[in-house]
């Protein structure tokens, strides 16, 4: 009775292969996404031992968005040998999805790396007893965040078949327009410096 049962089995997973392909891609990913932890965070701590903290907010911002691309990956590949076995519709949308996964990954680790960098930056200038502008620091901040997410939108939407060279256009008009809105502002923010160059040096 055994034996009938594992010719079964064997004959099942013979004529269904891609169960055993999707096995083996989900278990490379999860042994890719267990020696990546490993690795980055033997490399973390070794960079908490540095005088620098700007790779300490490098490592740190790229841990959480590395496992999701990883996994959106693996997960996608996963999904591509699915649809080879079992044809679908749905799963035409499985490489623009993947795609965007990824751009969305990047983007978030570029908006954590920011985000801890200019933590880290306050903090270092505070202990060292260093005047701080902490107003144009958070202004710079944020044009870099807002820059990283519209690039993003931007991509994204290319990558998913929407033409956004008419965005484009409207976004160049919107941003002249919002330029001189803002100018007076922006003008405050940098008034607080001797110079434009001392501006220039809160982030050295």
């Not at 919002?178 to 922006?186: C, P, S």
Request: charged share 15%; proline share 1%; aromatic share 10%.
């Amino acid at each position: 009775m055994n034996n009938a049962i594992i010719s079964k089995i064997a004959v099942y997973l013979h004529q269904e292969s891609w169960l055993i392909q999707v096995f083996i891609v989900v278990f490379i990913t999860l042994l890719i996404d267990f020696i990546q932890k490993r690795v980055v965070d033997r490399v973390y701590r070794q960079f908490q031992e540095t005088n620098s903290y700007w790779d300490d907010a490098l490592v740190d911002a790229i841990r959480t968005p590395l496992r999701v691309v990883i996994w959106v990956i693996g997960i996608s590949y996963a999904i591509s040998i699915v649809q080879a076995g079992k044809a679908a519709t749905i799963f035409a949308a499985v490489g623009p999805l993947r795609d965007v996964g990824v751009i969305g990954g990047i983007a978030w680790f570029l908006m954590r790396f920011i985000t801890r960098c200019e933590a880290s930056y306050l903090k270092h200038k505070s202990g060292a007893g260093e005047e701080i502008d902490q107003t144009t620091a958070h202004a710079i901040t944020q044009l870099l965040r807002l820059s990283v997410i519209i690039t993003a939108v931007l991509v994204g939407l290319q990558t998913l078949g929407y033409k956004v060279s008419g965005v484009l256009a409207f976004g160049g008009i919107g941003g002249i327009a919002v330029g001189f809105a803002a100018k007076d502002l922006l003008a405050n923010i940098f008034g607080g410096h001797d110079s434009p160059r001392s501006a220039v040096q809160c982030w050295r």
